[in-house]
């Protein structure tokens, strides 16, 4: 059973445009949630993160927005770029022990951006 | 910058085969961990380490082994591959504590017939 789910497989948006993407969790026990960009044959890198201390975080075109209650998180790029078109996981983190290197991550979004 | 370097970066490996993946990291970060990405299913935890001579399991650690004698290597073994373990591996690192930026390295792809 997947604890972070992002039904999303993929996503077309037009350049200058918003690209949302959406993940859901449901481990109660996760408290921090991070984004990654990866491109075909590199691993991912880091783009954002969020801790559940806040319900929004904001780095340049990206922020990300947490709802605990709901347990749904969500990331949006704006304005989307070409250079943006990479798939896009989302992961999450529980406190305690090593939990700064445990990652459970979703699935991905494949997101393309159309010039 | 190096950052995290793995090896090999393809490698075909027939049923019943043994073989390491290599990993190496520069930036003297006490975490380490390998990940296996599938179609579909994101990147899940095989096995970390938070420090030389200490590891521990994953969420997938069956048919992997791992050992940390020094900070800088951290290398995975396939004992007896699969057709299931054919995926693409992931070896990060980060420093110590929450909020700290985990590197990943680029990936060995890993077939196995």
């Known amino acids: 059973d997947q604890q972070v789910k992002q039904n999303s497989p993929s996503l077309s948006v037009q350049e200058g445009r918003i690209s949302i993407l959406n993940c859901d969790y449901t481990n109660s026990m996760f408290d921090y949630f991070l984004w990654y960009k990866k491109y075909p044959a590199e691993g991912p890198t880091f783009l954002i993160s969020i801790s559940s201390i806040k319900d929004k975080n904001e780095d340049g075109r990206f922020t990300v927005f947490l709802n605990k209650s709901a347990k749904h998180l969500s990331l949006h790029i704006v304005p989307s770029q070409p250079g943006d078109s990479a798939v896009y996981f989302c992961?999450?983190?529980?406190?305690?022990?090593?939990?700064?290197?445990?990652?459970?991550f979703g699935g991905g979004t494949r997101v393309l951006v159309k010039p | 910058n190096a950052g995290v370097t793995q090896t090999p970066k393809f490698q075909v490996l027939k049923t019943g085969q043994s073989m390491t993946l290599q990993c190496a990291q520069d930036m003297n970060h006490e975490y380490m961990s390998w990940y296996r990405q599938d179609p579909g299913m994101g990147l899940r935890l095989i096995h970390y380490?938070?420090?030389?001579?200490?590891?521990d399991q994953g969420e997938v650690p069956n048919g992997y082994n791992v050992s940390r004698s020094t900070t800088e290597d951290f290398p995975l073994r396939l004992l007896s591959a699969a057709p299931s373990q054919t995926s693409v591996y992931f070896c990060a690192s980060s420093s110590r504590g929450r909020g700290n930026t985990i590197y990943f390295g680029e990936g060995s792809w890993l077939t196995v017939v």
């Open positions: 992961a999450a983190s529980a406190s305690g022990g090593a939990a700064g290197n445990k990652l459970t």
């Open positions: 380490s938070v420090g030389a001579g200490i590891t």
